[in-house]
């Protein structure tokens, strides 16, 4: 009888409990006193600055080469994309095969972290400078505080978007 005793609430009008909104996960970086963060589904692993095999006329921020599991990755000095200064290089981000065969190199790994999508505050995308060039912030679709700093997230598909806009030129 006690499957008597359980009433579903649309028939008793009780309200049913509302779902949390789900989360995403997010990797938190430094890069140059600044936090960054990107999906961590975009991510397949980060390790350690290792030997990097340095590849001839390619754009300043591209390091070289990296030997992952013998798959080879670009990587990416995302200090020298975004602000023309190197970074500290102590660890690199693997994105996943999927997305693209890159490594980002990044000053060090701060934390996961779980944010709601209403704790994501869009960032307004500013045009082309006068040389022409992408500013910075058009790698950046949004921000959200943590810990009471200010991330900044990483729009991956720009950013891959940029690197091949310039190998095409």
């Known amino acids: 009888m006690a499957e008597n005793a359980v009433e579903d609430s649309s028939k008793t009008g009780s309200p049913a409990k509302a779902e949390p909104a789900p989360t995403g996960r997010y990797l938190i970086f430094s890069i140059q006193g600044t936090y960054y963060a990107l999906p961590s589904k975009s991510i397949n692993e980060v390790a350690a600055f290792e030997n990097v095999f340095p590849l001839p006329l390619m754009p300043v921020y591209v390091r070289g ?4 599991y013998f798959v080879p990755y670009a990587l990416i000095d995302i200090g020298l994309l ?26 060090d790994v701060t934390d996961i972290a779980d944010i709601a999508p209403a704790d994501l505050v869009t960032v307004e995308q ?44």
């Open 65 to 68: 080469i990296i030997n992952r």
């Open 126 to 169: 500013e045009s082309a400078g006068a040389s022409g060039e992408l500013e910075a912030s058009a790698l950046i679709s949004a921000s959200f505080n943590w810990r009471g700093d200010q991330v900044l997230c990483l729009e991956i598909e720009e950013l891959i978007h940029r690197i091949k806009s310039e190998f095409a030129a």
């Open 82 to 107: 975004l602000f023309k200064t190197p970074s500290e290089a102590s660890k690199i981000i693997v994105l996943k095969e999927e997305i693209d065969k890159l490594a980002l190199l990044i000053d």
